[in-house]
């Protein structure tokens, strides 16, 4: 590193960080030309292409008391990547924008870029370009691009019949963001599913290829996310409690906060897990487990009943 | 608009506002699934994918009181779009992310987005997704995905005995911007040239059509630009301010200001004009004119002699 391991974004300038930061994405097959030109240049072979964005902003979805910078990187690659994951597809590229204020170590920008790095190697895409600015907050902005083996799953493919069904873990990362937000670090298997979460990145083409009627990833929460399938698709969706796995260590958060644990799993987003339907005669593919029901009508039940607990968030 | 033109954006809430954006974005051929599921789905067609994207932060890119909410929509989609022009490609897809304070009036994202959305029409792009969340500070996050019809044109072609050429406006945009930062509003037509920006569109495809060696779209400044091409390639290049045009409304903001209007155009970015170099004996496409030589060597001159005037600013 050519500056002190203290030195900050405005003291080692646009340029050389931009220079520090590059070598650290390496660049798959599909990518003919890398950061550093006006674009980049990509080889698309046949099939859907698939593109989402996110943004993730420093006080709302991450504090840097309560996750390192690499957590972040983590955190900022998996949201979008889980993204592509849900649609059925493998994500290939991506794109990240880092709007930070001049004070910020340089240190964490190079720390945030290995954690994004080493989540997008766990599925071989490449970080493809990027933009560095100044601001006042630090706001990362990802766009990811995959491709689709066959046709994208969508939200709004549940059919009357279908079964529910889950791939990932649920409820652990709104565990850990619980205890972190009482002042707590432990249990630190929460507290590190909060900071890097581990998205089921094999499940959503699984899903797609045993015939998945729709799917979505579970950000901001299972019964919200479950409402979008059914409102989306038009039909209804029963929850069947008796059927979702309430880790241990969250019966000890709710022991601790008085909550009850369930509501994690319920209201919990941010783990990445994918909510799929499927026909009811289908077999389901390793990792997923069938946790409800697709009826005609509308809306989300839990066991039948209206659910009255905590169920994500908004952004305001 | 089903809440009062005062609503801010905490009051409407994410979900409704979201319902009000999607409809202001057309959705093109090359869109199979536009915004509203996990990802957007594309049809591609054989060519080079370019990819490149982009960060405009209120305070350093724009300040509401120099343009409006439509303002920034066009100048936030052209500074995309011109990266792609740049690259001899064609946009059809984009994305926007808007990180906003909950007390931004609703009113200016729906201004922002409808401007957007009219500056990409001038190419047929189409916005297939977007995230919108809360900050402290508007950020706007866009990503653009093109298409070349033949290879992509970089920035490393160049060759010695080519000749420099440049197509579209240039200097207008910074003398919109000495107008406003001195509180004044005229002369207009470079304080719109400021707010809106006219990129020279066509000219990134013929140029590649026409065997452009290397190109890059200004928007650090001409010879900051003209630096990046030399550097990429490995040449020097000389520009010639004999064949650089003022224009009228610039001598007169030079003699306000006490500047020399010739730093405007060498030094000016943003108004997304594209430099290009091309071999010696081929035919400038229409729109292109000759402005400089590339050599053997390092380094960008004017009139065979260094330059010490202003040549672009640093993000931090």
């Known amino acids: 590193m ?12 646009e340029f ?15 990518v003919l030309v890398g950061p550093g030109d006006d674009a980049a240049v990509l080889r698309i072979r046949q099939g859907h292409v ?13 504090r840097k008391d309560w996750a390192g910078a690499a957590d972040v990187g983590h955190r900022a690659a998996a949201q979008n990547l889980s993204d592509i994951n849900a649609m059925g597809g493998r994500a290939h590229s991506l794109t990240i924008g880092l709007a930070a204020p001049g004070d910020l170590p340089a240190r964490w920008a190079l720390d945030f870029a290995a954690g994004f790095a080493a989540e997008c190697d766990l599925v ?9 600015t100044g601001s006042d907050q630090v706001v990362i902005a990802v766009t990811v691009i995959g491709a689709c083996a066959q046709s994208p799953v969508l939200r709004s493919g549940a059919r009357p019949g279908d079964v529910l069904a889950i791939a990932g873990r649920q409820g652990w990362s709104a565990g850990g963001l619980a205890v972190l937000s009482r002042g707590f670090r432990s249990p630190r298997v929460l507290v590190e599913a909060y900071r890097r979460p581990e998205p089921p990145y094999a499940a959503g083409p699984q899903a797609a290829e045993a015939g ?23 039909v209804a969706i029963d929850v069947w409690t008796s059927a979702l796995e309430v880790p241990e260590p969250l019966h000890a958060v709710a022991a601790a906060t008085g909550a009850d644990p369930l509501s994690f799993v319920l209201g919990g987003g941010e783990d990445h897990s994918l909510l799929a339907t499927f026909p009811g005669d289908a077999t389901l593919p390793d990792g997923w487990a069938s946790i409800g029901a697709v009826a005609e009508g509308e809306g989300v039940t839990v066991d039948g009943e209206a659910y009255d607990g905590e169920t994500g968030w908004t952004h305001f």
Chains 1, 2 share one sequence.
């Open 2 to 13: 050519p500056f002190p391991p203290e030195a900050t974004l405005a003291e080692v300038g």
């Open 16 to 30: 050389a960080l931009i220079g520090e930061l590059t070598p650290l994405f390496g660049q798959g097959d599909q």
């Open 50 to 62: 698939v593109v989402s964005t996110d943004l993730v902003v420093e006080g709302r979805h991450f």
């Open 124 to 132: 071989g895409a490449s970080v493809v370009g990027g933009d560095l």
């Open 212 to 234: 998945a009627t729709s799917m979505i990833d579970v950000s901001d929460g299972l019964l919200a996310d479950a409402g979008h399938l059914a409102h989306d698709s038009g």
